[in-house]
């Protein structure tokens, strides 16, 4: 069971990214309606990072070069 779990955090992790990347690599973490799970996921693997603004916060993704 665990295994499927992985999975899914696995698959659906990566759908935010790439909708991320093609759309300009942040968004107001209000506004993500992926769950707590996977944005700590990608937040553990070190793939996208949180910054305050001041006025909000943005989930944006880490460039890899």
Known sequence: MANVVD???ER???RL??????SGGSIP?????????IV???LDKKL???QNTGY?????VM???
Not at 17 to 22: A, D, E, M, P, V
């Open 17 to 22: 990214l790439r909708s991320r990347r093609r």
């Open 29 to 37: 973490l209000h506004r993500i309606q992926f769950s707590q799970t």
């Open 7 to 9: 999975n899914y955090v």
């Open 63 to 65: 460039e890899r070069f």
């Open 40 to 42: 700590q996921y990608l």
């Open 48 to 50: 996208v990072q949180v």
């Open 56 to 60: 909000g916060f943005l989930l944006a």
């Open 12 to 14: 659906t992790s990566a």
